[in-house]
């Protein structure tokens, strides 16, 4: 019995799945530069030659990821934006970003080496400028949160968000066995979230 054109998507999308999680893990253990397309075919167990029906090159890899990447920093935002309070909005953001980052450290290290390639090295420098983006557009709207709650700046107290969900997620990458994720988590709640919420310096 022919497959119908519902399930010929299903295995298409799977296909397509299972490469890009061969690359992605590739990527994180040999860099973007040094896996080859070779390896990404082995890893993700199917011919090179298939694999080319999905992707033009690693580059075309790497486009995919970051899209993806993209995608899931606008649904933390957008499942943020539609709880009722701000406050419930910045917790939100929280847990997501460091459940986030406990369920796959390698993958933040990966993202995070992509805004610290050398510029020089046009290919995966543009591909991070394309994340840095969409990072861009996160802060905007923590700034719209940090207005509503009434800050007295807001700009500077969403950078001070960022850079503190930030510097967490970094310290877990390097220490993740001896870092306490749970107590930074409720400490950056108390702090954001808590009756500080409106003093930028903590005073």
Do not use: W
């Amino acid at each position: 019995m022919p497959r119908t054109p519902e399930e010929n998507e299903r295995i298409r999308r799977a296909a397509r799945d299972k490469i890009l999680q061969a690359a992605t893990e590739l990527f994180i253990e040999k860099g973007f530069h040094s896996a080859s397309i070779d390896d990404v075919a082995k890893r993700a167990d199917i011919s090179k030659g298939l694999l080319y029906n999905y992707f033009k090159g690693k580059e075309e890899l790497l486009a995919a990821m970051v899209d993806l990447r993209i995608e899931e920093v606008l649904e933390v935002m957008q499942a943020a934006a539609a709880k009722e309070t701000p406050v419930e909005q910045l917790r939100h953001i929280v847990e997501g970003a460091l459940d986030n980052v406990r369920e796959q450290p390698e993958v933040f290290r990966f993202y995070l080496n992509l805004f610290t390639c050398p510029r020089q090295d046009e290919v995966v420098a543009k591909h991070g400028n394309r994340l840095l983006g969409a990072y861009a557009e996160q802060f905007e709207a923590q700034c719209e949160i940090f207005e509503k709650l009434g800050a007295p700046d807001p700009r500077k107290r969403s950078l001070h968000f960022s850079s503190t969900l930030q510097g967490i997620m970094l310290m877990y990458t390097n220490y993740p066995s001896g870092f306490p994720l749970d107590d930074m988590k409720a400490q950056t709640i108390e702090e954001f979230c808590g009756n500080r919420n409106l003093q930028p310096d903590g005073s």
